[in-house]
């Protein structure tokens, strides 16, 4: 094969892979800014805002997220993030020892069939376990907006970082497609300037021994 048909079949494919790396990295790109841009707009509705740094208490001052977003409204994944682990996690952990809303189930049925035996015997004890009753069922409801609040805003976390590594990704196609173009514009370059009569591995011409001069 002729090597200057070789370069520009190379070329001609390098061509089609930089078109098509160009492609999926505006495919990308694009789901990048639409996971930025739902994040940051269902997030903006929800009206939240980081406790001012001079509000924050000594433990919540040990969070660096918290320091860093003090006083700034809720619009992004990293924020969601922090908010969700530093700030409510941190007060949930002193909410009934840290106990979850599963947790809490169990107490609060013990306590609800002891308030009915109480009431069937007329027991002393019936207004004290009634109020350890509320205590926990008060205790277990505040748990339980607290964990589906931190759920809502780690599903956003987890989404924005889709955008996150969908930028990434595109970025790297941009990279290849660039790659792929100046290869492919120095292939053309170097089969142009190939002589047209160049081969690429072809066999050379084998020596007949009768061509060989007779030596006297």
Do not use: W
């Not at 924005?160 to 990434?168: I, N, W």
């Amino acid at each position: 094969m002729k090597r200057r048909t070789l370069d520009i079949l190379f070329s001609i494919g390098g061509l089609g892979i930089a078109a098509l790396l160009l492609i999926v990295g505006i495919v990308l790109t694009t789901n990048a800014n639409f996971a930025k841009n739902y994040v940051h707009d269902q997030l903006g509705q929800q009206h939240i805002t980081f406790t001012p740094a001079d509000q924050l208490s000594d433990e919540e001052k040990k969070s660096d997220c918290l320091v860093e977003y003090a006083g700034q409204p809720m619009t992004t994944g990293k924020q969601a993030e922090c908010y969700a682990n530093e700030y409510i996690g941190l007060h949930l952990q002193s909410i009934a020892g840290g106990q979850t809303y599963a947790d809490l189930g169990k107490p609060q049925t013990q306590l609800k069939e002891q308030v009915a035996q109480a009431q069937a015997s007329n027991a002393a004890n019936l207004a004290d376990l009634q109020k350890q009753l509320a205590d926990v069922t008060a205790q277990r409801e505040t748990v339980f907006k607290g964990e589906t609040l931190r759920g809502l805003l780690l599903t956003s976390y987890g989404f924005s970082e889709f955008g996150v590594k969908a930028e990434q990704g595109a970025l790297a196609m941009y990279l290849g497609a660039g790659l792929m173009l100046l290869l492919s514009i120095a292939g053309l370059v170097h089969a142009f300037r190939t002589p047209a009569t160049a081969t690429f591995a072809a066999p050379e011409p084998t020596r007949n021994s009768t061509d060989d001069p007779v030596k006297v």
